[in-house]
C-alpha cells in the first residue's frame, strides 16, 4: 500500500503499533511517576508546599502547587491523564502484537524444509565433518545423535546422500506475547478491582461488632436520621442488608444508596473483635506481634474464628480484613482482667472495673485496683510517669489488705508477670485492660485480585520464555565425497547462538563417537 | 569472634582489590591481576561466612526460625547483600571471559557501596523484626531483588566501557554522556574517601556527628570548602572528558571487543530483567497484597521500581529498533542503573513511603 492510500485509520494503526511509539509512551510514564513520587500523594497541601519551597523556593512555591494541582500532580496516578497514558500504553500493546502476530504465526507454523546445498554455506551456525565410510553406514550414527539432543527429524533423500532436518521450540517465539497479554490482564485485573471493590479502615474496639465501614467522605449533605436508623437496622439484622431493608420496609436499592453517598460501604454479615493484644520484644518499645481475635457472625450465627496479624489476614465471602494498626480508645470503659492463683495451685479469672475489690481465692487477702497506666516509666526521683498514649507498658497499681488492714501495695506489670508474685506465694497476673484498645482493620474486597495473581503466573512464565528458551532450526546433510562422508550441519536460533552452538558441538562429537563404534 | 570481623575484613579486601584491579588496568601486569583476583575472591569468602554469621546472629535473637532470620531487613544488611551479588557476578563474568579489565569498573562500585555504609554511619545493629516484616516473602523477594541490582551493575559497567571504546570525537553526545557519568562517579568516589580521611581517620572528638557523607566537600559548613568542591567536580568531569580517550586505548589493549561488552550488557539485563520482575515487582505486589491489602498503592518505592522496569524494557525493545543497537542501548543500560540507584537508595533516602525499613537511622 502506497503511502498516499492509507487511510486515517491506517496511521493511526501504524502509529500504536510502532515500538517508538511504545518508547515515547514509556517515557512519559516514567517521567510523570518521577513527579509523583516527589510530591506525597493525597496529601495536606502543606506537606507538598513545603517541598516546593524547598526545591523551587518560596516565592514560586505556592503559584507552583496551584499548576501542579490543578493538572492533577497531587493525586497523579489517579488523574484522567496518567489513567489515559496506562490505555494509551495498553493499547499499544495489544496493537504492536496484533500487527506482528501473522509473521510469527507464521514462523511457527511454517513446516521443516530440506536446506538447499548452496544455504549450507551461509547459515548463521555452519559446521562440516568428514567421516570414514559411505553415508548409508553413517546415516544411522548420524541420525542417533541428532535425536540424542532432542531434535525430532524429518528426512529426505540428497543426490548422493541424505538431508535430516528439524527444529525446536518453535512455539517459544510466543513468550513475548504471552508476557505482553499478561500484562493486559494485570491492567484488567486492575480495573475490575477499581470497578466492583472496596477498600477502607475500620477502628474496631475489643468488644464490639461492626457491619459496615467507612470507604470515603460522605458526599453531600448527611442524613443523619436516616442514617442511624438503616444502621440500627443493619445492627440488628446482623449485617444481612436484606433483613434490614425489611426491617425498615425500604428497597435495598435505595438503603445501598443511601449508605454509599454516606461513604459507607455494609459488610453483608457482621464482624465482631473478641480481643487485642500487643506482645513486644524484651526491654523494646518495637512490637514484635499485634494480634486481633476476630468472629464473623452471619445470619446471626458465628460462623468463623480466627486470630488475624500482619501478614496473616482473614477472608469471609470475598472480603478480606487486614492487621493494620491499633490504638487507645480514651476513657475506654475497660475490664481490667486478673488472674489470681493462690499459693496451693488454684486460679481464677476476674474482670474488673476500677476500684473494684478482689480476694485471693482461699486466702483473706483482698485487693483494690487503685491507678493505671498505659505505659509505666520511672523517672530519675522514681516517680512514676506513663511514657507513650499506647499500650507500651501496662500496669496496675494494687492496694492489698488483710483482715481490713493496710498489707503492702505496689505496680503490677503486664509484660513483666513476675511482679505480681506476692510474698505469701500467691500470684496476681495483669492479663489485660480489655476493651480499651481498637483494632485498626483494613478492608477490601477485589474480585480483579486473582486475575492479576494468575497473570502475574503467566507473565513469569512468558518472560522465562522469552529469554531463556529460542526457537532452534537444524539441518544435517550426509553426503559421499571422494569415497568418504562429508556431513554438512547448518543451524539457526533466533537468540542465544552460543548455547545452540554447543549443543551442535555436542551432536558433533556423538556422531564421531558412534560412527567409530559403528565400525 | 563475631560477623562484624569477618565483614570489616571483606571490605577490606574488596577496597584494596579495587585499588590493584585499577593497577592491573594501567600497567597489565599479569601477576598483578592474580594478585586482585585472589584478593577479591579472598574478600568474597571471608563476606560469605560474615552472612552466614549475621544470620545465625539473627536467628538466635529474634527465635523467628532460619527462614525469616535472613539478614536483609534494614539498609545495611541490603547494602552489604547487593556487594556480596555483586562481587559473585562480576567472578562469574571474570571466569567466563578470562578477563580482569572489568574488575577495574565492577569492585569500585563495591567500594563505594561499602564506603556508604561507614560515612553515612548507618545503624550496623540486629534489630528484631516488625511485624509486617515478619513473612516467608522476605527473603525471595529481597533477595531476588538484590541480584537483579547486581545483574543491572555489571550491565552498567559493561555498558559504560562499551560507550567509552566506541566512541571518537570528543563533541559526540554518547562521549559526552559517559565522560560526565564517569566523572560524576570519581566524584563521589572522591569525596566519600575524603569524607572517610577526614572524619574516619583523622577523628576530631568534637564532632559527634554520625552521618557525615559530603560533610567534608559539598555540605561542609565553610563556604569556600563547599565553593572548592563544587569548581573540583567540574574540574574532575572535564578532566574525564579531556582525556577520556587514554582510557580508551588502556580498555582496548585488552582485547575486549565491543561486541562482548554489548553480550555482557544484554546478558546481565535479560537475566536481571525477569528476575526483577518477578522476585521484585511480583514478589512484591503479592507481598503487599497479603499483609496491606494493596497488591499496588503507587508508593515511591514501587513507583521507582516500575520506572526502573520501564527502563529496561526500553532497553530490550530499543535492541529491535533497526540502527538502535550499540551506543544509544548502552546509554539506555546505563540510565537504567542510575533508576536502580533512586529505587534502592534515592527513595529511601529522600522519599518517604511504605518501604521505610531502608532508613539510615
Known amino acids: 500500500m502506497s503511502e498516499e492510500k492509507k487511510t486515517f485509520i491506517d496511521r493511526i494503526w501504524d502509529i500504536f503499533a510502532s515500538v517508538k511509539f511504545a518508547i515515547v509512551i514509556f517515557s512519559l510514564i516514567s517521567l510523570t511517576s518521577i513527579i509523583g513520587t516527589v510530591l506525597e500523594q493525597r496529601a495536606e497541601p502543606e506537606r507538598n508546599i513545603n517541598i516546593l519551597t ?7 512555591a505556592p503559584s507552583l502547587y496551584n499548576i501542579l494541582e490543578k493538572l492533577g500532580f497531587m493525586d497523579m496516578y489517579h488523574s484522567w491523564w496518567f489513567i489515559t497514558l496506562l490505555i494509551l500504553f495498553s493499547a499499544n500493546i495489544i496493537i504492536c502484537s496484533i500487527a506482528r502476530l501473522p509473521r510469527i504465526l507464521k514462523l511457527i507454523k511454517e ?36 535425536r540424542a539432543i532432542g531434535f525430532n527429524f524429518s528426512e529426505s533423500k540428497e543426490d548422493k546422500g541424505y538431508q535430516f532436518y528439524a527444529q525446536r521450540g518453535n512455539y517459544t517465539r510466543l513468550g513475548v506475547y504471552l508476557t505482553h497479554l499478561s500484562i493486559i490482564f494485570i491492567l484488567i485485573g486492575a480495573l475490575i478491582g477499581i470497578a466492583f471493590g472496596y477498600k477502607g479502615y475500620l477502628n474496631l474496639p475489643e468488644g464490639r461488632t461492626a457491619v459496615a465501614f467507612r470507604f470515603s467522605p460522605p458526599s453531600g449533605p448527611i442524613d443523619e ?30 438503603l445501598k444508596e443511601i449508605l454509599r453517598k454516606n461513604g459507607i460501604q455494609p459488610l453483608g454479615f457482621s464482624i465482631r473483635c473478641e480481643d487485642f493484644d500487643v506482645e513486644f520484644y524484651e526491654n523494646s518499645n518495637t512490637p514484635k506481634e499485634f494480634k486481633s481475635w476476630l468472629t464473623v457472625i452471619d445470619g446471626g450465627k458465628e460462623v468463623v474464628k480466627k486470630s488475624i496479624e500482619v501478614n496473616d489476614p482473614l477472608s469471609y465471602k470475598g472480603t478480606t480484613f487486614y492487621q493494620a494498626s491499633y490504638g487507645m480508645i480514651p476513657n475506654a470503659p475497660g475490664w481490667f482482667v486478673l488472674r489470681l492463683t493462690s499459693k496451693s495451685g488454684s486460679s481464677e479469672i476476674k474482670r474488673l472495673n476500677f476500684g473494684e475489690k478482689f480476694v485471693i481465692p482461699y486466702s483473706n487477702i483482698e485487693g483494690t485496683i487503685r491507678d493505671f497506666s498505659p505505659a509505666l516509666a520511672f523517672d530519675k526521683e522514681g516517680r512514676p510517669f ?13 492496694d492489698f489488705k488483710e483482715a481490713g488492714r493496710d498489707k503492702y501495695s505496689g505496680w503490677i506489670y503486664k509484660r513483666y508477670p513476675l511482679t505480681g ?15 480499651s484498645q481498637y483494632t485498626g482493620l483494613q478492608i477490601r474486597k477485589d474480585p480483579g485480585v486473582w486475575i492479576i495473581y494468575l497473570a502475574s503466573t503467566s507473565m513469569t512464565v512468558g518472560l522465562f520464555i522469552a529469554f531463556f528458551m529460542s526457537h532452534r532450526r537444524l539441518w544435517v546433510m550426509v553426503i559421499e565425497d571422494r569415497g568418504n562422508t562429508k556431513v554438512h550441519i547448518a543451524g539457526v536460533s533466533n537468540k542465544n547462538r552460543p548455547a545452540f552452538e554447543r549443543k551442535i558441538g555436542r551432536m558433533i562429537s556423538l556422531i564421531k563417537e558412534r560412527q567409530q563404534g559403528g565400525k | 569472634m563475631d560477623s562484624s570481623v569477618f565483614f570489616g575484613l571483606s571490605t577490606m579486601a574488596y577496597i584494596i582489590a579495587m585499588i590493584i584491579y585499577i593497577t592491573y588496568l594501567a600497567f597489565r601486569n599479569k601477576s598483578v591481576g592474580i594478585v586482585a583476583t585472589t584478593i577479591t575472591i579472598a574478600g568474597f569468602f571471608s563476606q560469605t561466612i560474615a552472612i552466614l554469621m549475621r544470620w545465625k546472629e539473627f536467628n538466635d535473637i529474634s527465635g523467628m526460625g532460619f527462614l525469616r532470620s535472613a539478614p536483609l531487613t534494614n539498609l545495611y544488611e541490603s547494602i552489604i547483600f547487593f556487594v556480596w551479588c555483586l562481587i559473585l557476578g562480576y567472578l562469574i563474568v571474570e571466569f567466563r571471559y578470562k578477563n580482569r579489565s572489568f574488575g577495574a569498573f565492577v569492585t569500585p562500585v563495591a567500594g563505594l557501596a561499602l564506603a556508604f555504609i561507614d560515612i553515612t554511619g548507618m545503624s550496623k545493629e540486629i534489630h528484631p523484626l516488625i511485624p509486617a516484616l515478619q513473612s516467608n516473602w522476605l527473603l525471595a523477594h529481597v533477595t531476588m531483588s538484590f541480584i537483579a541490582y547486581a545483574a543491572f551493575a555489571i550491565s552498567f559497567s559493561t555498558g559504560l566501557m562499551y560507550l567509552i571504546i566506541n566512541t571518537e570525537k570528543k563533541n559526540q553526545p554518547a562521549y559526552i554522556f559517559w565522560a560526565f557519568t564517569l566523572g560524576v562517579f570519581a566524584v563521589l568516589l572522591i569525596s566519600m574517601g575524603i569524607d572517610f580521611m577526614t572524619f574516619k581517620v583523622a577523628v576530631r572528638p568534637e564532632e559527634f556527628i554520625k552521618n557525615y557523607l559530603f560533610r567534608a566537600s559539598f555540605m561542609n559548613k565553610s563556604a569556600a570548602v563547599r565553593i572548592i568542591s563544587w569548581i573540583s567536580t567540574i574540574s574532575i568531569i572535564f578532566i574525564v572528558w579531556r582525556f577520556g580517550n587514554i582510557l580508551k586505548t588502556v580498555i582496548e589493549k585488552f582485547n575486549i571487543s565491543s561486541q562482548i561488552l554489548d553480550e555482557i550488557t544484554y546478558k546481565s539485563i535479560a537475566i536481571g530483567f525477569p528476575i526483577f520482575t518477578l522476585g521484585g515487582l511480583i514478589f512484591g505486589a503479592i507481598w503487599a497484597d497479603q ?43 546505563v540510565l537504567g542503573f542510575f533508576a536502580v540507584i533512586v529505587t534502592y537508595l534515592g527513595v529511601n533516602l529522600l522519599l518517604s513511603g511504605l518501604h521505610s525499613y531502608g532508613e539510615l537511622k
Request: hydrophobic share 45%.
Open chain 1, 54 to 60: 524547598r526545591l523551587f523556593g518560596e516565592s514560586l
Open chain 1, 111 to 146: 513446516p521443516m524444509k530440506p536446506m538447499a546445498r548452496e544455504h549450507f554455506e551461509t547459515a548463521p551456525i555452519r559446521r562440516e565433518i568428514v567421516l570414514k565410510g559411505k553415508p548409508d553406514k553413517i546415516k544411522e550414527a548420524v541420525a542417533s545423535s541428532i
Open chain 1, 225 to 254: 436520621m436516616n442514617l442511624e436508623r438503616i444502621l440500627n437496622a443493619l445492627e440488628a439484622s446482623w449485617g444481612d442488608i436484606s433483613k434490614a431493608s425489611e426491617l425498615l420496609n425500604m428497597k435495598e436499592k435505595k
Open chain 1, 386 to 398: 506513663t511514657f507513650a498514649e499506647m499500650m507500651n507498658n501496662p500496669a496496675v497499681f494494687i
Open chain 1, 421 to 435: 508474685r506476692l510474698p505469701e506465694g500467691h500470684i496476681v497476673e495483669f492479663l489485660d485492660l480489655w476493651g
Open chain 2, 291 to 333: 499483609a496491606w491489602g494493596t497488591y499496588w498503592s503507587w508508593d515511591p518505592k514501587e513507583t521507582w521500581s516500575l520506572i526502573t522496569w520501564f527502563i529496561y524494557a526500553f532497553y530490550l525493545h530499543s535492541r529491535m529498533i533497526r540502527g538502535w543497537r550499540g551506543k544509544r542501548v548502552a546509554i539506555v543500560a
